[in-house]
């Protein structure tokens, strides 16, 4: 028998001290992520929106796409070309990786943004075939199913742009600042191939995933994933804008938007691993089998996540924080099963690979064989 390693939360919101973001908790025992969320709250965002305006003002054209965007069809994604084409006035061209398994309702809301907002759309679609074997491989490797989904999103945007001479990418929220708070306000990070790489992709790139024997992946099917070289990116001045660094970005509030001002849908059904029904409508399995990863190798999981976001921005208090970890975040998902009978794999195959990437940090067992951790509640 093993006992369970002591963890610590964040006295403001749910966090744990085995995050997946880096945290570190000041005297108070509150996480780095609260300070940082707290400091946005008394910034001047009037000035924020002119300073990026003086950014974009030399990139604007007379004709042609003036930017990218890279959208899954999500509420983040109908904000973000709201924003860049109704704020910053700037003509997008919108980039999608489309990884497969799209919600029904994702699938219409992505559809429908070259309409709504009168744009051109370019989606690029894997083979299945690919994509199943990189689902397998990306589990088996890192420990994430979705890694070729990440890889899409963080590569195919800055290929294209630098591919066609658009210079500026806009992305959402640097979530490693407005969660973890890794950075302060005002440091200003921009889209680059080392985050892109260490962070977003966690150390991984394409050329990892070639020459396994189990499931083979040949370096021709990972084009999409080859990021620009240094050369190709300094030649053409390509640079990734986070909108997050000037905009107060709110979830909660940019679902209203969307959905009020250009008829974006949220799930009509809830999800079994968080309360929100507003997020992750681009993949079948990113709420359930994928999330499920997250508290198996860290110990929580998106009902954490979205309840730090609410109780940051004071729409829920940590108690009733509390108890949406308590209600979801142990959720066994039956969407795994959906995604198992999508890669032909056993539940059993399941476990047991899933086992091998549980965090000593988090995990223990009992002599029955149990996995055991601390939990938010427990706490004295």
Request: glycine fraction near 8%; include cysteine.
């Amino acid at each position: 028998m093993t006992t369970p390693p002591k963890l610590r939360w964040c006295s403001k919101c749910v966090y744990p001290s085995s995050s997946a973001l880096p945290l570190a908790f000041d005297d108070n025992g509150v996480c780095t992520g609260c300070r940082v969320s707290e400091l946005r709250q008394k910034v001047d965002w009037d000035g924020r929106l002119k300073d990026l305006l003086e950014l974009v003002e030399p990139y604007r054209k007379s004709t042609g796409y003036e930017c990218v965007i890279g959208v899954s069809g999500g509420k983040d994604s109908y904000f973000q070309t709201h924003f860049v084409k109704e704020i910053l006035g700037l003509r997008p061209l919108l980039v999608t990786y489309n990884g497969n398994n799209y919600l029904d309702t994702g699938w219409e809301n992505l559809l429908r943004m070259k309409e709504v907002f009168n744009v051109d759309h370019y989606i690029a679609s894997p083979s299945i075939s690919m994509l199943v074997r990189m689902n397998r491989l990306g589990f088996r490797l890192t420990g994430d199913m979705n890694w070729h989904a990440h890889a899409g999103i963080q590569t195919l945007p800055m290929k294209m742009a630098t591919q066609f001479g658009i210079k500026l990418v806009f992305y959402g929220e640097h979530g490693w600042t407005l969660m973890g708070g890794m950075l302060s306000h005002g440091d200003d990070p921009e889209f680059t191939a080392r985050w892109r790489k260490d962070m977003a992709l966690r150390g991984y790139d394409w050329y990892d995933f070639v020459g396994d024997e189990e499931d083979p992946v040949s370096e021709h099917e990972l084009e999409m994933f080859r990021y620009p070289s240094d050369d190709e990116i300094e030649a053409n001045g390509t640079r990734g804008i986070y909108i997050g660094n000037y905009d107060r970005w709110d979830a909660n509030e940019h679902t209203k938007l969307v959905q009020e001002r250009y008829g974006w849908k949220q799930s009509p059904v809830p999800f079994e691993r968080t309360y929100r029904i507003s997020s992750n409508l681009d993949d079948r399995y990113e709420n359930g089998a994928h999330d499920y990863l997250k508290y198996v190798k860290f110990g929580y999981g998106r009902a954490s996540d979205h309840a730090c976001k609410d109780i940051r921005s004071g729409k829920m208090t940590r108690e009733e924080g509390m108890e949406m970890v308590r209600r979801y975040d142990h959720v066994r998902s039956s969407d795994i099963d959906f995604w198992l009978n999508y890669v032909e794999r056993s539940k059993h195959w399941f476990d047991e690979i899933a086992d091998r990437f549980r965090s000593p940090r988090v995990w223990g067992r009992t002599e029955s064989g149990e996995w055991v951790k601390e939990n938010i509640w427990e706490q004295v």
